[in-house]
């Protein structure tokens, strides 16, 4: 463990999916945390976190989880930060570390800023790092390992907080970088969620196509429309907030991919070879060098397997 990795007395996870069941399996395995509090407001998770032995202390009482701890990570979809950040923030100590997981910052900081109490910093975080599988099973103390996080601390948080901040994400084995939020939803418009939409879009458009039978697309999905589907198998609720939230970053990505789009139908119409063999060239590269920098492997089961906790 990295030695700004010193242990927060009080952890408080809100919301046990994927990523906050890893964050808290993360935070007891390297000893980040000396108490660890999960709320969720959804019962069953409630009563599987308990099972696992995820957490010191379980409630869906988000006032009274956060209540004296040194470390708050809201891990809900970012549609609802703003909603939980007001219910919590009377409740959060002087001295306290506000932060979250949403992929998308500058609406975070929005939403959450208005509602942050003297004394509490907030820094903003976003572990790149998922499986498209959700609930607190799902989680793996592993998951953040080699993996980036990105902190967008707002101009004049304390310095202390977002050293401390960093010093847990290096602890749960991630590379952390910082950003401003805006230059960080730019970025992940066209590394996350435009490859997210168009994965939604290509599935949808299979699935509605009245010559190829459902028995047809799951007997022939060995090939690119499998690695599709993996995609649009991530939670429904978290995308649709990410795709509202971010919608300006999306939609220039967006409009930048149809002109390439364009240029690329032209190239098949006209049988350019040369054209296409060049973008293939070029982009096969970019996939060798994700996977020489380890943000990748080229195992069948891209390196998302879970270790044993």
């Given at each position: 463990m990295p030695e700004s990795a010193a242990p927060f007395g009080r952890l408080a996870v809100v919301g046990l999916g994927l990523i906050g069941s890893s964050i808290a399996r993360g935070a007891r395995r390297y000893g980040l945390a000396e108490t660890i509090v999960a709320v969720d407001r959804d019962a069953g998770v409630r009563d599987r976190v308990r099972e696992l032995g995820l957490a010191d202390l379980v409630t869906d009482a988000a006032e009274m989880g956060v209540?004296?701890?040194?470390?708050?990570?809201?891990?809900?979809?970012?549609?609802?930060?703003?909603?939980?950040?007001?219910?919590?923030?009377?409740?959060?100590?002087?001295?306290?570390?506000?932060?979250?997981?949403?992929s998308v910052k500058g609406s975070v900081v929005a939403a959450v800023l208005p509602h942050l109490p003297d004394g509490v910093a907030f820094v903003p975080g976003h572990p790149v790092a998922g499986t498209e599988y959700s609930g607190p099973d799902a989680g793996f103390s592993t998951l953040f390992s080699n993996r980036w996080c990105i902190l967008t601390p707002p101009e004049g948080t304390d310095a202390e907080a977002v050293a401390r901040v960093r010093g847990f994400w290096e602890g749960l084995g991630a590379i952390v970088e910082t950003m401003t939020p805006e230059h960080h939803d730019l970025v992940l418009a066209i590394t996350s969620h435009v490859p997210h939409l168009i994965a939604f879009n290509i599935v949808g458009t299979a699935a509605d196509l009245e010559e190829v039978t459902q028995s047809e697309v799951i007997k022939f999905s060995a090939g690119g429309f499998r690695d599709f589907t993996r995609i649009a198998a991530s939670d429904p609720t978290m995308w649709r907030d990410v795709f509202l939230t971010n919608k300006d970053a999306v939609l220039e990505m967006l409009g930048r991919f149809n002109e390439d789009l364009s240029a690329l139908a032209r190239a098949i119409r006209w049988e350019d070879g040369e054209a296409l063999h060049a973008l293939f060239t070029r982009t096969r590269?970019?996939?060798?060098?994700?996977?020489?920098?380890?943000?990748?492997?080229?195992?069948?089961?891209?390196?998302?397997?879970?270790?044993?906790?």
């Open positions: 209540a004296e701890a040194d470390l708050v990570i809201l891990c809900v979809p970012v549609g609802a930060v703003g909603a939980v950040a007001a219910a919590i923030a009377p409740h959060l100590k002087p001295g306290a570390v506000l932060s979250d997981v949403g590269a970019i996939r060798r060098g994700i996977v020489a920098m380890g943000q990748e492997t080229a195992a069948p089961d891209f390196g998302r397997r879970p270790s044993e906790d």
